[in-house]
Structure formats: structure tokens, C-alpha cells
């Protein structure tokens, strides 16, 4: 069963820093592309950062600049070093685990970040 743990959310002002960590399991997660989404309240959830098996990163061009994903394919984790926070960050993150041309996605459960004006 494959469970993806997402944690480090909180409460940070504007300018500060965050890092959020997704811990997988029941995945051969070395092979597999990992990504952070988000939503916000009445939007759609939308891509922060992926990062693929081989460690190729795209950003979405709002966090460009501020944000760095990165994974630790030993302790089977994805990280989101949040930089320079903005109130319009505020969104649940979320984990994201798939491979190209396999048929599965699998999701964490969320993390609350709130940026404070």
C-alpha cells in the first residue's frame, strides 16, 4: 500500500522560510517522478515543483526563484524548501508520487502553510 506523508506546515510571516518533507512508502521510489502541488481556498490545486527519477526540477513561475524541491531517494523523501514566503503561497501542499506511462498517481494527505501578512 503506498502512503505519502506530507509535514512542516505551519504558520510563517511574509519573508520567511518553510520546508516541507514527504515521506513515502510502498513505492520503489528511486524510479518514480515525485511533485509538490497546492490549492487554495475556491482555486483549483495547481503545480509547485516536480522532480523527476533522475533529478531533473521544474518550477511553476510563481515559486521560481524561492522555492527548491528535492528528494533523498535512500530515506525515500521529497522536500520543498520554501523561501521568501508570500501571503498569496497560503494553500494545503500537497505530495504527489507518479511514473510516466504507469498507471497510477497516488497523493499525500496535505499540509496546511499559511503566510502571514
Known amino acids: 500500500q503506498v502512503q505519502l506523508v506530507e509535514s512542516g506546515g505551519g504558520l510563517v510571516q511574509a519573508g520567511g522560510s518553510l520546508r516541507l518533507s514527504c515521506a513515502a512508502s510502498?513505492?520503489?521510489?528511486?524510479?518514480?517522478?515525485m511533485g509538490w502541488y497546492r490549492q487554495a481556498p475556491g482555486k483549483q490545486r495547481e503545480l509547485v515543483a516536480t522532480?523527476?527519477?533522475?533529478?531533473?526540477?521544474n518550477y511553476a513561475d510563481s515559486v521560481k526563484g524561492r522555492f527548491t524541491i528535492s528528494r533523498d531517494n535512500a530515506k525515500m523523501t521529497v522536500s520543498l524548501q520554501m523561501n521568501s514566503a508570500k501571503p498569496e503561497d497560503t494553500a494545503v501542499y500537497y505530495c504527489?508520487?507518479?511514473?510516466?506511462?504507469?498507471?497510477?498517481?497516488?497523493w499525500g494527505q496535505g499540509t496546511q502553510v499559511t503566510v502571514s501578512s
Open positions: 504527489r508520487v507518479s511514473r510516466p506511462g504507469a498507471p497510477y498517481v497516488y
Open positions: 510502498g513505492v520503489t521510489f528511486r524510479i518514480n517522478n
Open positions: 522532480i523527476t527519477s533522475g533529478g531533473t526540477t
